[in-house]
């Protein structure tokens, strides 16, 4: 955890190294390119079904969690359409360092894949909300080559190929220029790709394990572009005038996001010396309310204070069938997340403010239940969940009370023993990590 955490706090930090320059308003169109980095978190469903003859055991899990950070090059171009509206086309190379491990604690198995390297290629449209400041939304096509997926299935060691994952990616984000012909972009894509099979067959005489794999990321990117140009001396023609009140004052926002939640679970057992990691992952979207106070104690700086309630509900369940028929099911997940901290951020231009947050975090993981044959019973109660948030955005106004905010934020929840079934000396340990995204409008009064 702590390696994320630094991670993400060199890269947030490096956002106000580099935007020391001063913006100005020239033209969006022409090529570019890009260098940067970020964080990923995968969201694989995973369908284990092993047949023998006419019947067939099949076990679904929604959520197998995974992690990895990765370096990103990018080269496109835009075009300035009209008034405000930027359009482009753009290809990215994502190195990736993603790995997914996987438990079936039903067929005693354990299991790795390594999503890959990943190739986007897409278009983006923007909007100009002040002249040196873009918001934009990006989609396209997504491919990537995984490595062979390894399992141990009751103590035995078997490997098989998987075909290229192939889909598509939606996303947000915020670019704003820094000087000099360069740039700072921050973006979270989510990628959904499509089900991909690998067939063991050399499990048991006459039966074969067949692992279907969907993966679905998450990833919070930043990167640092040169732009060209096109040659054109021309003033974009924006008609937002840039904003020059100050940023001291209190503020109200409401927004919506997208979160990843990602948990592993140790469970002792049953007849086993060593303990079962389950990593587990569960992700949906939230609405948050925001109350806050910004103070300008420079011409370039802003320090402040915020409270966040993030509305949300992650579900997880996973489901044991036999022929068809249901024989055992379990659930879980997290909701509304509470954060208090404060916030440091660097004025590139008067009305766009590049900041760093960080905080307390607290949230509700719910009651992990499961039934066998109908009958239900309790895994580990509901339980509030105390930790840390760390996280990095662009904040622009559009006029002087209305301000539009973008931001990601890291979660660390740390790590609880909880009592497994209700049973003295019996326990679970979970550790459990979040990711977010959120777009909000804050109202100065």
């Known amino acids: 955890m702590i390696e994320k955490l630094t991670g993400l706090a060199l890269v947030a930090g490096s956002t106000l190294v580099i935007a020391a320059g001063p913006a100005s308003a020239n033209d969006w169109a022409g090529p570019y390119i890009g260098i940067g980095g970020g964080y990923e978190m995968a969201n694989t469903r995973v369908d284990t ?21 990765f370096l990103t090059l990018s080269a496109g171009y835009d075009h300035n359409l009209f008034g405000p509206l930027v359009v482009g086309v753009f290809v990215d190379y994502d190195f990736s360092d993603a790995d997914t491990n996987f438990s079936n604690f039903i067929f005693n198995e354990t299991g790795h894949l390594k999503l890959g390297d990943q190739l986007s290629v897409g278009g983006r449209i923007g909007y100009l909300v002040a002249p040196t400041t873009l918001f934009f939304s990006t989609f396209g096509y997504a491919h990537s080559d995984p ?17 290229s994952f192939n889909g598509y990616f939606l996303g947000s984000g915020v670019e704003t220029l820094i000087g000099n012909g360069f740039s700072l972009k921050a973006e979270y894509r989510y990628t959904s790709m499509r089900s991909e099979g690998a067939v063991f067959n050399d499990t048991v005489p006459s039966a074969a394990l067949i692992e279907t794999l969907k993966p679905q990321t998450q990833t919070i990117r930043m990167s640092l572009s040169y732009r060209f140009g096109d040659g054109k001396k021309d003033v974009v023609d924006n008609s937002i005038p840039p904003i ?10 409401f927004g919506a996001g997208y979160s990843v939640a990602q948990k592993e679970e140790t469970f002792p057992y049953p007849g086993e010396a060593s303990a079962l990691n389950n990593p587990v992952s569960n992700d949906g979207g939230f609405i948050s309310a925001t109350v806050g106070y910004d103070y300008q104690f420079s011409k370039k700086f ?10 949300s509900n992650l579900k997880y369940k996973d489901q044991l069938s036999f022929s068809g028929t249901p024989i055992y099911g379990s659930q879980g997940g997290f909701k509304n997340i509470l954060m208090v901290g404060g916030r440091l951020g660097y004025l590139t231009a008067p009305d766009t403010l590049l900041f760093v947050s960080g905080g307390y975090a607290n949230a509700g993981l ?25 996280g990095a955005g662009v904040e622009t106004k559009i006029w002087d009370s209305l301000s539009l905010k973008a931001e990601y934020r890291y ?4 790590s609880e023993n909880l009592p497994l079934f209700a ?3 019996l326990s679970a340990h979970i550790d459990p990590d979040i990711q977010t995204g959120r777009l909000s409008i804050n109202w100065r009064p």
């Open 49 to 69: 079904l092993l047949t023998d003859g006419p019947t067939n055991l099949n076990y679904k899990k929604n959520g197998q969690a995974g992690a990895g950070g």
């Open 147 to 163: 490595s062979d997926v390894t399992i141990d299935f009751d103590g035995d060691r078997m490997r098989a190929g998987i075909g």
């Open 244 to 253: 020059t009140s100050s940023w001291t004052g209190p503020y109200l926002g």
């Open 302 to 311: 802003v320090v402040g204070a915020l409270a966040d309630a993030d509305m």
């Open 366 to 390: 719910e009651q992990t239940t499961a039934s066998i044959g109908g009958t239900g019973g309790t895994i580990y109660d509901a339980k509030r969940i105390s930790g840390a948030f760390i």
């Open 411 to 414: 979660i660390d929840l740390g």
């Open 423 to 425: 049973t003295p000396g």
